[in-house]
């Protein structure tokens, strides 16, 4: 009873700090996002090197999702061959193979998406 007591303490600490760090996270870009007080031909180079970073990300973004699905496609055919010249036994290597995957794929994909808020 006391094993689960401290994991669900040690669970509420990590949601409190992740919530902290979101909470600094939106103070930041609230703070970044108010509209600076420039003269116009700042505006407008400031509005091409942002159209710019918009198309490189986007670039990047199809390079970290081909990228993704290849480390993906390995990491579950080398577990696929593996089990099947009987280096392994047992099914769990397996699954590990595909929570490795998701969980590139996820953190990916979570990067992706920070880069265009």
Do not use: K, N
């Not at 007080?37 to 970290?64: K, M, N, S, Y």
């Not at 993906?72 to 769990?92: D, E, F, I, K, P």
């Amino acid at each position: 009873m006391f094993s689960s007591t401290r994991r669900l303490t040690e669970l509420f600490v990590i949601f409190a700090i992740c919530a902290l760090g979101f909470t600094c996270a939106g103070a930041i870009r609230s703070h970044f996002r108010q509209a600076p007080r420039a003269e116009p031909e700042l505006v407008i180079a400031a509005g091409v090197v942002h159209d710019a970073a918009l198309r490189f990300l986007r670039r990047q973004g199809v390079v970290v999702a081909l990228v993704a699905s290849v480390v993906g496609a390995s990491v579950l055919l080398c577990y696929g061959l593996a089990y099947q010249l009987g280096w392994l036994s047992a099914a769990a290597p397996r699954a590990h193979g595909v929570v490795t995957t998701l969980g590139f794929a996820a953190g990916s994909s979570a990067a992706l998406g920070v880069a265009l808020l």
